[in-house]
């Protein structure tokens, strides 16, 4: 159970720096300005070589899910998580 808690740490904690990050460039630009998940990944995929978001289709509910702010599917995700894998006195 540890490794959960783990994981839902780790995401948690990448949420949290999205939302910062989607702060400060709504502050710099004025405007709301929020990074969604399809560019993120896209982002990441760029940088490591793994098949990007462009390979799911951007079709139904994953087409969806990608244009949704990043930092509420992580966020959500590891809440999530850590509340089923919390510890129980």
Known sequence: MAIFR????ILLAAGL??????????????AYAARSMGGVWGTIAGATGIPGPDSLGSEGIVGMIMGWP????????????????????
Do not use: N, P
């Not at 720096?17 to 004025?30: N, Q, R, S, W």
């Not at 999530?80 to 894998?85: I, M, N, Q, R, W």
């Open 70 to 89: 990043a930092y509420a599917i992580l966020g959500g995700i590891g809440l999530v998580l850590a509340l089923l894998f919390r510890r129980r006195d």
């Open 17 to 30: 720096m999205l939302a910062g990050a989607d702060i400060f460039t709504t502050l710099e630009g004025g």
């Open 6 to 9: 783990f994981i839902a740490l």
